[in-house]
């Protein structure tokens, strides 16, 4: 039966990084749908589908988040397509967008919460370029939202305290995997 992997994490816990080495030894990351524009260095189809306004409201979306006015979100049909194709596949998205695909894939669904301590999360944003102001504002949000709180959903929890490939170490002993897939 094909899993899909569903990282979930507060913000700056190392989500985006852990899935991109993920993928690139060679596990199917699902891609989001967004209407910002490309930038560069990006390539369609691989780091987002990017579509117009009109072009992502006709989409079947499991998840859909705002930020900074632009839209981002993970269609149906990319969830369905993954899953189908590869025995494993991985997908960084929000607690809501966890349940959803529970409710779509049942117990094809495993889930990672990317646990890690809240002065790390500032170093990281504060490394990242970001405003103090930005920094709290996103603090008080994933506070409110809970999702320092997601471990308790997730059946595993992953610390990722040192690096990127310990962590990936982790996440491989999970789904199974003894040396990277290619």
Avoid at 23 to 33: D, K, T, Y
Avoid at 97 to 103: H, N, S
């Amino acid at each position: 039966m094909n899993k899909v992997f569903v990282i979930i994490g507060p913000p700056a816990s190392g989500k985006t990084a852990i899935a991109a080495k993920l993928a690139s030894l060679g596990i199917p990351e699902m891609v989001s749908h967004t209407t910002r524009e490309q930038r560069e260095g990006e390539i369609h189809g691989v780091n987002y589908y990017f579509v117009s306004k009109e072009e992502f409201s006709a989409l079947e979306l499991i998840e859909r988040v705002t930020y900074s006015g632009q839209y981002y979100g993970l269609s149906k049909a990319e969830v369905i397509k993954k899953v189908n194709d590869h025995p494993i596949s991985i997908v960084v998205v929000e607690r809501s967008g966890l349940e959803q695909i529970k409710k779509l894939l049942g117990t094809r669904v495993e889930s990672i919460f990317i646990m890690i301590d809240d002065v790390t999360i500032i170093e990281r944003m504060l490394n990242r370029g970001e405003a103090n102001e930005h920094i709290q504002k996103r603090f008080e949000y994933a506070k409110k939202n809970g999702e320092f709180d997601n471990w308790q959903i997730a059946d595993y929890v992953v610390k990722n305290t040192k690096t990127v490939d310990d962590a990936v170490r982790q996440i491989l002993a999970i789904m199974g995997l003894a040396v990277p897939v290619r």
